[in-house]
């Protein structure tokens, strides 16, 4: 049963643990994928590479969707490999999802490249279906159709995780430590991986069940255009499900810095009431403040903004908080001998924590009536996705090549040189959205050009860095399968 300490039972199924290692080896080559085809966008952008203005949008469609599909993806693999040391799980969920991925993955591709869709990772109802000749009505409901068949897959991984935390801890509410915050019982204290897993599966459940719901009214809206759907409605429903899933995929990655740092110090990380307040606390706030994506439409109800300015300050902070203290006291003073996965993780944090700056600046109303739809925007999340997320994936994936090995291992020098070419890049989008460049413009112009320049040269030094890093993983496959 739970401990109140971290364990280091590698408990993982020997199938569970195949699934990981497909799943991880599946994220590293589609994030090299969905890398150069954003390359070849921010290369448009700068002028250097003529493209189509149609085919920039299906490359914007199917970067946005793919790099949100497989955060989650990654991110499910990190959390399910931690989370079955302390939770007995069915692995064939994870090859169920897999499967639904890749149809769903099969579907998109055919919808965005030959169907020619282009309609954004958001399918903003009503432009799916008012394209202006642009794509065809079956190329937006077979893309529409591809993440429905993906979001079932998640969501029948979500209900996996939610029952193996209740047979083992005794309910949801337990599995965020209820007990123990609310009831004082010291008894069964979920461990950090156990509260993470209970935060994201609730939370992601509720996101794709809003998602599935929107996808189905705008498929429905596609066989019959007269069967019109509330637009305000079908917005707060899309941002609900995108803002929520892709905030998950950092709460199922920062498990990796739960479990790894107390590996390589060799020092617990352990479950206190404030990390149980803090988890709670981010658990209902980010469900609440997806209102920060509307705040340039007047038609929503003023309390509404008011909840998603106010709390879009404070969510992110009580998870950060206790995981960049917890990460510090466990670092202090430890000895610690700095090597690639270490580093990964110290950059995660850091490329989280600042990402998140720019984030909430962007949910102020008086800078959004400014900066939405601004560079600013991808300049935000590609800080966190790219500098907070990534980095985690990374930090697993080189943790399960060394294997038993625990020496030291690869240079950290790579790490650094990520982090920096990954700041580069991510500074142009945002120094572009302070200039006020708009954001999903397929042409530039010339005096706009400059920040794409620099960030095509940064980005294939960030593509370079991920090369090496999933290679590094991808070599060892084999032999991570053979080990069992
Ligand atoms: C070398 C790495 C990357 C490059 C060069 C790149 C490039 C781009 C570019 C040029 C855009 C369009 C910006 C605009 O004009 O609006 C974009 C959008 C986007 N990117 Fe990336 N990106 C990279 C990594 C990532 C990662 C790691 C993620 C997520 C894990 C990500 C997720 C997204 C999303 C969700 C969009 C929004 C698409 C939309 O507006 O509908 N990108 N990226
Ligand atoms: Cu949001």
Redesign the pocket.
């Known amino acids: 049963m739970a401990d109140t300490t971290f364990t280091h039972s590698p408990a993982t199924t020997d199938r569970g643990r195949r699934w990981v290692v497909l799943y991880l080896a599946t994220t590293g080559l589609v994030?090299l994928l969905?890398?150069l085809a954003?390359?070849w966008?921010?290369l448009a952008?700068a002028g250097w590479v003529y493209t189509d203005p149609a085919l920039f949008y299906q490359l914007?469609?199917v970067?946005?969707t793919g790099?949100?599909g497989?955060?989650a993806l990654g991110g499910a693999a990190v959390l399910w490999h931690f989370l079955s040391a302390h939770v007995r799980l069915n692995s064939r969920v994870m090859g169920a999802n897999f499967g639904l991925f890749l149809i769903g993955v099969v579907a998109i591709l055919v919808a965005d490249f030959p169907g020619r869709f282009g309609g954004?990772?958001?399918f903003l109802y009503p432009l799916p279906a008012t394209s202006q000749g642009a794509w065809p009505a079956w190329a937006a409901a077979l893309h529409l159709g591809g993440l429905l068949v993906i979001g079932v897959g998640f969501l029948i991984w979500c209900l996996e995780l939610a029952r193996g935390i209740i047979a083992t801890y005794g309910g949801l509410g337990r599995g965020l430590g209820w007990h123990v915050l609310f009831g004082g019982s010291m008894r069964d204290v979920p461990p950090p991986t156990v509260v993470a897993a209970t935060m994201v599966t609730i939370v992601t459940t509720l996101a794709l069940i809003a998602g599935a719901l929107v996808l189905v009214m705008s498929l429905i809206n596609l066989a019959f255009p007269a069967v019109e759907i509330n637009p305000l409605l079908a917005k707060n429903l899309i941002y609900f499900f995108g803002h929520t899933f892709?905030n998950a995929t950092i709460y199922m990655g920062v498990v990796a810095v739960y479990e790894l740092l107390p590996r390589i110090t060799d020092r617990p990380w352990k479950t206190t009431k404030v990390f149980l307040a803090a988890w709670t606390l981010s658990t209902t706030m980010v469900l609440i403040i997806f209102p920060h994506h509307l705040l340039m439409d007047f038609a929503m109800p003023v309390w509404a903004m008011a909840i998603g300015q106010v709390f879009s300050y404070v969510n992110s902070f009580p998870v950060l908080v206790v995981t960049g203290l917890g990460a510090l006291a466990i670092l202090h003073r430890s000895g610690i001998r700095w090597d690639l996965v270490s580093t990964l993780l110290l950059i995660s944090m850091f490329g989280w924590m600042a990402g998140v700056i720019p984030a909430v600046v962007d949910a102020t109303v008086v800078v959004n009536s400014v900066m939405h739809n601004t560079?600013w925007v991808?300049g935000h999340?590609?800080f966190y996705?790219?500098l907070g997320?990534?980095p985690m994936m990374f930090a697993v994936m080189i943790h399960l090549a060394r294997g038993e090995d625990t020496r030291p291992q690869g240079s950290d020098l790579t790490a650094l040189l990520y982090l920096l070419f990954g700041l580069g890049?991510v500074s142009m989008?945002l120094i572009g959205g302070w200039a006020s460049v708009p954001?999903?413009?397929a042409e530039h112009l010339p005096e706009w050009q400059i920040w794409d320049q620099v960030?095509s040269v940064m980005?294939v030094g960030?593509?370079a860095l991920t090369t090496v890093f999933v290679a590094m993983f991808l070599v060892r496959t084999p032999a991570i399968l053979r080990e069992g």
């Open positions: 994030l969905m890398m954003g390359l966008m921010r952008q914007m469609t970067h946005g790099m949100v497989i955060a954004a990772w958001t892709i560079m991808p999340f590609h996705l790219l997320l990534l890049f989008f954001r999903r413009w960030a980005a960030v593509i």
